[in-house]
């Protein structure tokens, strides 16, 4: 069974850091990739960042493009969604996702397993 376990969520005031984890379990693809959205309190789902796994592809939604780095762990199967310069319109629920076939992008539908979400808050 494919798990997702997210961490690193928490309260931060404007301007400041965080690093989310995403630590993938239960599977033996060959090729895919990770993906964070977040959602906002009656906001639809919006995808952030994404990584491919057989060479390292990023791709940033432009909300976050020099702010976020996404990076992963292949050995360890750990992705890593780096935020800096937060800002309060960051604040929401962040998931991460894996999509079994290497598809590659930032819309919900290309990901087959999601993780729980982790809560990032970002304070004025």
């Known amino acids: 069974e494919v798990q997702l376990v997210e961490s690193g969520g928490g309260l931060v005031q404007a301007g400041g850091s965080l690093r989310l984890s995403c630590a993938a379990s239960?599977?033996?693809?060959?090729?895919?990739?990770i993906g964070w959205f977040r959602q906002a309190p009656g906001k639809e789902r919006e995808g952030v960042s994404c990584i491919k796994s057989s060479d390292g592809s990023t791709y940033y939604a432009d909300s976050v493009k020099g702010r976020f780095t996404i990076s992963s762990d292949n050995a360890k199967n750990t992705a890593f969604l780096q935020m800096d310069s937060l800002k309060p319109s960051d604040t929401a629920i962040y998931y991460c996702?894996?999509?079994?076939?290497?598809?590659?992008?930032?819309?919900?539908?290309?990901?087959?397993?999601w993780g729980q979400g982790t809560q990032v808050t970002v304070s004025s």
């Open positions: 996702a894996l999509s079994s076939d290497g598809s590659y992008g930032l819309e919900y539908y290309e990901y087959d397993y």
């Open positions: 239960g599977f033996t693809f060959d090729d895919y990739a």
